[in-house]
C-alpha cells in the first residue's frame, strides 16, 4: 500500500476514457445547466462573499466520488475547521456512511510557508491519483488556485526570474495545464481492468472579481466547465450565485447518453427549454429598466412571472437546509417538469386573454415556490398533487373568463 511518488509528475495510466459518466453533485445548477464529468475539470471563479468556498464544500459534501480530496490552499483556517466539524456530522446519500469516511483533508492555510501552499496542491492530486488507481472515483477540490498561483509568483520573484503579465512568473499557464491535465477517467495499470477517475474543480479568487487577470485566463483555457459566480447575484441573495448567462459546460454532448439512459430523454430537452427562456429573460430585463413592466404586452409579463419562477423556485438552492441541500437526479426532473408544466399553463391562459396579473395571483405558485423542501424520497406523490393543482387552477380562470 505504501509508496513513493513525486508529486509534481503524474502517474502512470493504461488509457484514457471519454468523460461520458456525469459526476453528479445535488446541486440543481451544476447538474441540470452545467455538468461536470467524473473525470472532468472545473473552475469556480469569483469575487470576494460570491460564494466559492460554500460552493466547494457543497461539492465535496455531495459529490457521488468515492473519495474527496479536498485542499484548503492559502485560505482562512477557519473554512478547514469548518469541515473538520460538519463533515462527520453528515450522511453520504450515496452509502450512509458518514462524508468524513472518505474525505482526505490537505489544511494549507492563509498563515503557512509560501513553499508548502505551492506544494499542497501537487500532494492533493497525488493523492488523488493514488486512489484512482485503486479503481475508486476521485473528487479533487482545490480552494483556491489562486493563492497557490500568487505562491508560485512568489517563490519566481525570490527567484529573481524574468516576471510575466501582473508579475507572474512566465510558466504559470504551463504548470495550470500540468495540474488540470492530471485529471481524467482512465483504465489503470494491472492485471484486472479497472476504471478509476479524478475530478478536478478548483476555486480562483480574481483581485476585485476581474476574471480577466492571468490565473483566471490560464485556468479558462484548460477547464471545460466554467462555472461562474456573480457578484451582482450574490447582492441580490441569490445563491449559489452562478450566472447561467456566462458560464458554460463543454461536457453536456459527452454525458447526453447517460441522462437520456437513466433519467429520460425529454431532460435535455427541457433543459434547453428552461435555458432559452433565461435567455429571453435577460433581453426582456433590458426594456423593463428603460420603460418599466407595465409598458410591456400581457404575455411578456406573464413569461416574466415564469422566468422568475426558474431563477428562484429552481436555481436558487439552500446549501444549510437539511432537505434543499441535496437534490436528487429524480427531482431535479421532476422539478424541471412541474415548472413547464405551468409555463405551458400561462400559455394557453394569454391565448384565452386572460391577464397577467390574475395569472401572477394564483395559488399554486406559492406551492411550486415550496417543493424544493419536499424530501426527494416523497417527490414523486409530490409532483402528482402539483400537476393536478396546476390544471385545475388554471381550467377554473378559464371558466370565469
Not at 111 to 129: D, K, Q
Not at 266 to 283: P, S, T, V, W
Not at 320 to 347: A, G
Not at 357 to 380: C, G, H, L, W
Amino acid at each position: 500500500m505504501k509508496q513513493k511518488w513525486p508529486v509534481r509528475i503524474g502517474r502512470p495510466l493504461k488509457e484514457k476514457l471519454d468523460p461520458e459518466v456525469p459526476l453528479l453533485t445535488g446541486q440543481r445548477i451544476y447538474d441540470t445547466f452545467f455538468p461536470i464529468a467524473k473525470g472532468g475539470t472545473a473552475a469556480i471563479p469569483g469575487g470576494f462573499g460570491t460564494g466559492k468556498t460554500v460552493s466547494q464544500h457543497q461539492l465535496a459534501k455531495w459529490a457521488d466520488s468515492q473519495v474527496v480530496v479536498y485542499v484548503g490552499c492559502g485560505e482562512r483556517g477557519n473554512e478547514m475547521t469548518e469541515v473538520l466539524l460538519t463533515f462527520p456530522e453528515l450522511d453520504d446519500p450515496n452509502t450512509g456512511e458518514k462524508l468524513m469516511e472518505r474525505s482526505t483533508l490537505i489544511a494549507n492555510t492563509s498563515n503557512m510557508p509560501v513553499a508548502a501552499r505551492e506544494a499542497s496542491i501537487y500532494t492533493g492530486v497525488t493523492i488523488a491519483e493514488y486512489y484512482r488507481d485503486m479503481g475508486y472515483d476521485v473528487a479533487l477540490m482545490a480552494d483556491s488556485s489562486s493563492r497557490w498561483a500568487e505562491a508560485l509568483r512568489e517563490i519566481s520573484g525570490r527567484l529573481e526570474e524574468m516576471p510575466g503579465e501582473e508579475g507572474f512568473p512566465a510558466y504559470l499557464g504551463t504548470r495550470l495545464a500540468d495540474f488540470y491535465e492530471r485529471a481524467g477517467r482512465v483504465i489503470t495499470l494491472g492485471k484486472e481492468k479497472r476504471l478509476g477517475s479524478v475530478s478536478i474543480i478548483g476555486a480562483v479568487s480574481p483581485p476585485g472579481g476581474d476574471f480577466s487577470e492571468p490565473v483566471s485566463q490560464n485556468t479558462l483555457r484548460v477547464v471545460s466547465a466554467f462555472w461562474a459566480l456573480d457578484t451582482n447575484l450574490a447582492d441580490r441573495r441569490h445563491f449559489p450565485a452562478i450566472n447561467w448567462l456566462t458560464s458554460y459546460s463543454l461536457y453536456l454532448d459527452f454525458v447526453k447518453e447517460w441522462y437520456d439512459k437513466n433519467i429520460g430523454k425529454e431532460f435535455q430537452i427541457l433543459r434547453g427549454r428552461m435555458m432559452a427562456l433565461l435567455e429571453k429573460e435577460a433581453e426582456l430585463q433590458e426594456i423593463v429598466q428603460l420603460v418599466g413592466q407595465d409598458a410591456l404586452p400581457e404575455s411578456d409579463r406573464a413569461f416574466l412571472e415564469v422566468a422568475r419562477m426558474i431563477r428562484e423556485d429552481y436555481l436558487q438552492q439552500h446549501a444549510y437546509h437539511e432537505i434543499d441541500s441535496y437534490c436528487s437526479k429524480e427531482k431535479q426532473f421532476l422539478m424541471l417538469k412541474i415548472i413547464m408544466k405551468f409555463y405551458q399553463e400561462v400559455n394557453k391562459a394569454i391565448e384565452a386573454g386572460i391577464m397577467a396579473s390574475r395569472i401572477a395571483a394564483v395559488k399554486v405558485k406559492d406551492e411550486i415556490a415550496r417543493m424544493k423542501y419536499t424530501p426527494n424520497q416523497d417527490f414523486p406523490r409530490r409532483y402528482e398533487e402539483l400537476i393536478k393543482s396546476i390544471e385545475i387552477e388554471f381550467e377554473s380562470l378559464r371558466n370565469q373568463q
